[in-house]
């Protein structure tokens, strides 16, 4: 009959280990060999490179639009670091960084990012989901991965990677609370970059960290700084060991800023104000991780110009890949082509010429046009 | 050889294809210890355990979400939504991922997985239990629509549906899970999806219907066999999309006339895909338009009104009338 307080003994933990004025927790600071900590550096610096190179292919036209990762390299890098080949990676539409890590091409995101969806195509061996964009809506099949891992007897871990504005959806709540009754080998890893597109995270909800959703659900939940790698690392490999360990799932809360746009259809600007990317831009992940390593003297002569052209070589390489051929469209469709969709193809394989031109090709190899014929962004070119 | 409903029939094509496939798994509210509200799993969970026969929490965008996540995997989920009328909370999983993953992935993922879900009228149902979306399937590309009309085509098509290697919306008309028995072969049997039957032969007329709609468009030929002398051929579709054009057109040539039965709302419904297809491979044989009997354009009104709304025998007798005198 009374009414008593149940007192769940419910705790959220913040981690940090380096902050952004350089200080370290040596108790805290993970055992990494020199090569890991060079690499995640080199990870992250390429994230960042890329993220930079890729913005200004899409101003030239040369890419569409796409979500730069600016700002996001550590809670992306660090966390991806602790997974397997084996290992499951479920990835939102932001995370360029943790995907060129578990070995996308970078030609092949830009040709993702050109309209191109051989672009998305995991490689055969590959234990990735291609880019899901509607928000929220890939946590439920990182629960379905895991759980049919787990149904196998298959030693596998599934990492789900998502904003602050997903946690909003339904699709999150389903998925934290479906992976809590099966109790399957799930490492949510929520960017909290404090904005969803306009909405900061005060309007996106009222709790006070996202770290503490998980207690509803009867997983652990940490919020960690993103914008530390070694704190991200250091978090996430306990919730990956857990997970591996038949010890359920885990939702780690990266606080983290988007330093960048949106999309490059975005404009910061109009909710909010350079001051507050400025306060962001003192806590860069690169710039306390790279005086990190200065410290211990682990700095790679050349290292950025090495990155640079790995870049211009992929982005050479994509340049090169041949025009679309439309035909291919319905290649993938279903797995036999019901007998009427298979008429349309043919309609198309017999009308389509042999070269079609490709929009989004670079100036020099866009077929020449007569003047005053200079086709919309995304028209086909015809010649007359 | 057995004499079973649908629901018995349904049961034993999951029992069959559990048995033949350990990458099945049935997974939906209620469907282990209870064996689903209409007991279409029955005792499966007995029989298979409780980790391939899943009692999921109540949340249908999850059970096709982790369904899919399942099918990327490799396995083959069964899921069953209670009721067609609370599948709009899970639309988007259907919509953005079953059917898209094949051509999102280029092939290196597909996704075969079924949905099973009883639809429409005839149970004296509250509302969102009661009706008949077929429409919204049957226009996604990557999916397939199947609605079967008894128990032996139920199994038949279930068994189909689950050996898919595509995404397969499968429909089960509630007024005909206990409606009726049939001799039903102990071994299993697979019917192509992707193709109607001529339920009955004839030469005056074509009547197209399916699911519980093919029992009404039979005993409206009965009448016009007997009152009008008029010989009309029934093509049950079994399969809603892909259409079987081929069958359809080839009747329409025979008889030069057609109507279309279904109990989804008229507009932008099934009937306009039928007809239009039609029109298309059977223009030169038409003697009349062709003629729709649905549901009316209206929302859900209410079991008291809803033998007033859904199509039946007198309605269909008189469109075939209409179109046979025209």
């Keep these: 009959m009374p009414r008593i307080a149940l007192e769940p003994r ?76 084996t290992d499951w990676m479920v990835p939102s539409f932001r995370e360029t960084a943790a995907m060129v890590w ?142 591996r360990a038949g010890d359920g799932p885990t939702l780690i809360e990266c606080v983290t800023y988007r330093l960048g746009v949106h999309t490059t259809a975005d404009d910061p600007t109009k909710y909010r104000s350079d001051l507050e990317v400025a306060m962001w831009e003192q806590k860069d992940p690169l710039t306390r991780f790279r005086a990190y390593l200065e410290k211990r003297n682990l700095l790679e002569e050349g290292l950025e110009q090495r990155v640079d052209d790995e870049i211009a070589e992929a982005v050479r390489r994509f340049e090169a890949t041949p025009p679309a051929d439309p035909v291919v469209m319905f290649d993938h469709a279903y797995a036999e082509l019901p007998p009427d969709v298979q008429a349309q193809r043919d309609a198309m394989a017999a009308s389509e010429p042999a070269t079609p031109a490709r929009p989004d090709a670079s100036p020099e190899a866009t077929p020449p046009t007569q003047p005053g014929a200079t086709p919309m962004r995304g028209q086909r070119l015809t010649r007359r | 050889m057995a004499k079973l409903n649908m629901v018995k029939a349904l049961n034993q094509a999951l029992f069959q294809e559990m048995e033949r496939d350990a990458d099945v798994l049935v997974l939906g509210e209620d469907v282990g210890v209870d064996g689903g509200v209409f007991r279409v799993t029955d005792d499966l969970q007995r029989t298979y355990g409780s980790q391939r026969v899943i009692d999921s929490p109540l949340a249908e965008a999850a059970i096709i979400g982790t369904a899919v996540g399942m099918a990327l995997y490799g396995l083959k989920p069964v899921c069953e939504i209670q009721f067609s009328g609370f599948a709009f909370q899970c639309f988007h999983q259907i919509e953005n991922h079953c059917a898209r993953y094949r051509m999102r992935s280029q092939g290196r993922f597909h996704v075969p997985m079924v949905i099973r879900m009883p639809y429409g ?17 049957a226009h996604i590309p990557g999916l397939k629509m199947v609605i079967p009309s008894g128990p032996r085509n139920a199994r038949a098509l279930l068994a189909a549906a689950i050996r ?20 039903v072969p102990d071994e299993s049997e697979v019917i192509a999806i992707g193709r109607a039957q001529v339920a009955r032969e004839g030469d005056a007329l074509t009547l197209i219907a399916y699911g519980a709609m093919l029992r009404v468009a039979l005993e409206a030929a009965d009448i016009l066999r007997d009152e009008d002398g008029a010989a009309v051929e029934v093509i049950d579709l079994l ?82 009338r209409e179109t046979l005198a025209f």
């Design chain 1, 10 to 85: 419910f705790q959220v933990e913040y981690l940090s280990i380096l902050d952004s004025d350089g200080n370290l927790d040596t108790a805290l600071e993970p055992k990494l060999a020199d090569t890991d900590l060079r690499s995640l550096y080199r990870s992250m610096l390429l994230g960042r490179r890329l993220d930079e190179r890729m913005v200004r292919l899409q101003r030239q036209g040369r890419i569409g639009t796409f979500a730069p990762t600016k700002g996001q390299e550590a809670a992306q890098v660090g966390s991806i670091y602790t997974l397997r080949p």
């Design chain 1, 102 to 243: 578990r070995g996308w091409p970078i030609e092949k995101l830009l040709l993702f990012f050109s309209g191109h969806l051989e672009g998305g195509q995991p490689a055969p061996d590959q234990h990735d989901l291609p880019i899901t964009i509607p928000v929220a809506t890939q946590l439920p099949h990182a629960v379905g991965l895991a759980y049919a891992a787990q149904y196998r007897g298959d030693d596998v871990v599934v990492m789900a990677y998502f904003g602050d504005g997903a946690t909003s959806e339904g699709d999150f709540h389903e998925a934290m609370n479906f992976a809590g009754v099966w109790h399957v080998p799930v490492v949510f890893v929520c960017q909290n970059n404090q904005w969803a597109i306009s909405v900061p995270l005060k309007k996106q909800t009222h709790s006070r960290t996202i770290a503490q959703k998980a207690l509803a659900y009867g997983l652990p939940g940490i919020q960690v700084d993103g914008n530390d790698v070694l704190a991200v690392y250091a978090a996430t490999r306990e919730a990956v060991e857990r997970a």
């Design chain 2, 121 to 137: 009228g005839g149970v004296r149902a509250l509302e969102h239990h009661s009706e008949s979306e077929e429409q919204f399937y």
């Design chain 2, 164 to 183: 898919d290697p595509d995404p397969v919306i499968f429909f089960e008309a509630k007024s005909l899970y206990h409606a009726a028995k049939e001799e």
């Design chain 2, 239 to 320: 399969t809603v999309s892909p259409l079987d054009r081929e069958t359809l057109v080839a009747s329409v040539k025979k008889t030069g006339r057609a109507v279309v039965v279904h109990e989804a709302p008229r507009s932008f419904g099934p009937g306009a895909e039928i007809a239009a297809s039609i029109m298309d491979g059977a223009f030169l044989s038409l003697e009349a338009p062709i003629r729709r009997v649905t549901a009316y354009d209206v929302p859900f009104v209410g079991f008291a009104r809803e033998k007033a709304n859904v199509p039946d025998v007198p309605r269909v007798v008189s469109a075939v």
